[in-house]
């Protein structure tokens, strides 16, 4: 019987009721599948700060280089002591952002099914920012061959894994930063000549941030830089309903660290009002990686898991059970108990 090590990161703000949400969920499917997980909770973000001056302990960097796969709430203002040094130790490449239109909640059209493949270790991300005297900064940003060439491979086999219109759109802005994202569009373009089935074509971002607006169900895969696939996934996410239903995945070749795409969200925190579906439908990519990873008789039921979970959320849609920031009035705990036993029945 496989047996999974999931580290569990609380995180702040919302991040705890998500954990909490996502650590029910887990231990349910361990209870009644049979695949068998073991969850390590692991501090870390604003509270660890706090407690031991670190926002990153080394007691949790162990905690997760010691799992097979880390799930992670939601950290405050030191997200970026955190998920930046996660992204950069385990090579964590690719940052995958579905937005999918789910039933009764409101999207911009009833037919959203697309992914943001996002490159997650360059670009302005790793704050090299230089002061020249009082009155001015520079900033620079990283672009590589291999990493474009990585991300761009990711992408096309991403739409080959999908199943339905299989397209990448490249987005950079290459009028404007010509030698970065030029070589970032080259290099796209080079790969592109390997997937014939696959549809490829180019966007500047700002087209991009536009079209989304005006034919979101128009898109696959949108390939792009950090920054870029940062703010594109938040205007996706909105898109199609908001944040409270966004996952993502931070992919590498050994590891993946899968997380809600928002925030600690602060404004909501200790109300019990935080829509734990972002949670749920990141559990559901962390399945999908699993199964990618085995290659016994269990990756079908790991397969199998990530598809009840998606189901399970499409059927409490249909019957309008909805938190309150898709328009219900249903609390965090409540929807995690209905959730299950949905799961179950
Ligand atoms: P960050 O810069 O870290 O991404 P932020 O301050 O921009 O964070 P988020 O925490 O990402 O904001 O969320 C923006 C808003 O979206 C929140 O203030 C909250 O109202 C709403 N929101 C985010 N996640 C959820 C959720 N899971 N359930 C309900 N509402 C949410």
């Known amino acids: 019987?496989?047996?999974?090590t999931i580290s569990l990161v609380n995180g702040d703000g919302i991040g705890p009721d998500l954990a909490n949400s996502g650590q029910i969920l887990l231990e349910k499917i361990s209870d009644?599948?049979?695949?068998k997980l073991e969850i390590v909770n692991v501090e870390?973000?604003?509270n660890a700060l706090i407690k031991y001056d670190k926002a990153l302990p080394d007691f949790s960097f162990d905690s997760i280089k010691k799992s097979d796969v880390c799930l992670k709430a939601p950290v405050g203002e030191s997200a970026a002591d955190v998920i930046l040094v996660l992204r950069r130790y385990f090579d964590l490449y690719a940052n995958i952002r579905p937005a999918k239109s789910y039933p009764n909640v409101k999207s911009l059209h009833p037919s959203v099914d697309l992914v943001i493949v996002r490159e997650n270790t360059e670009d302005v991300y790793l704050g090299w920012e230089f002061p020249i005297g009082d009155d001015a900064v520079i900033g620079l940003r990283l672009t590589t061959t291999e990493a474009s060439r990585k991300i761009a491979e990711y992408a096309f086999e991403e739409a080959l894994r999908r199943d339905d219109k299989k397209s990448v759109v490249c987005v950079h802005k290459s009028n404007v930063m010509r030698v970065g994202d030029g070589m970032f569009s080259k290099i796209?373009?080079?790969?592109?000549k390997k997937y014939p089935d696959v549809d490829f074509s180019?966007?500047?971002v700002d087209a991009c941030a536009m079209n989304l607006i005006r034919s979101p169900q128009k898109f696959d895969v949108l390939l792009t830089t950090n920054l870029f696939g940062d703010i594109l996934s938040d205007e996706a996410a909105q898109v199609v309903g908001g944040l409270g239903l966004a996952p993502a995945g931070n992919i590498g070749e050994k590891f993946a660290i899968f997380e809600p795409v928002h925030g600690a969200a602060?404004?909501?925190a200790n109300k019990n009002i935080a829509n734990p579906s972002s949670m749920f439908l990141s559990i559901k990519m962390m399945f999908e990686w699993l199964a990618s990873k085995n290659k016994n008789t269990e990756r079908d039921s790991l397969i199998d898991?990530?598809?009840k979970i998606e189901k399970t959320l499409i059927s409490l849609l249909e019957e309008n059970v909805k938190t309150i920031d898709m328009g219900g009035n249903v609390h965090t705990d409540e929807f995690t108990k209905i959730f299950l036993s949905k799961l179950i029945s």
């Not at 019987?1 to 999974?4: G, H, I, N, P, S």
């Not at 796209?188 to 592109?192: F, G, N, R």
């Open 1 to 4: 019987m496989t047996r999974y």
């Open 32 to 35: 009644f599948s049979g695949i």
């Open 44 to 46: 870390a973000g604003d």
């Open 188 to 192: 796209s373009k080079d790969v592109a």
């Open 202 to 204: 180019e966007s500047y």
């Open 266 to 268: 602060f404004d909501i």
């Open 305 to 307: 898991l990530a598809k």
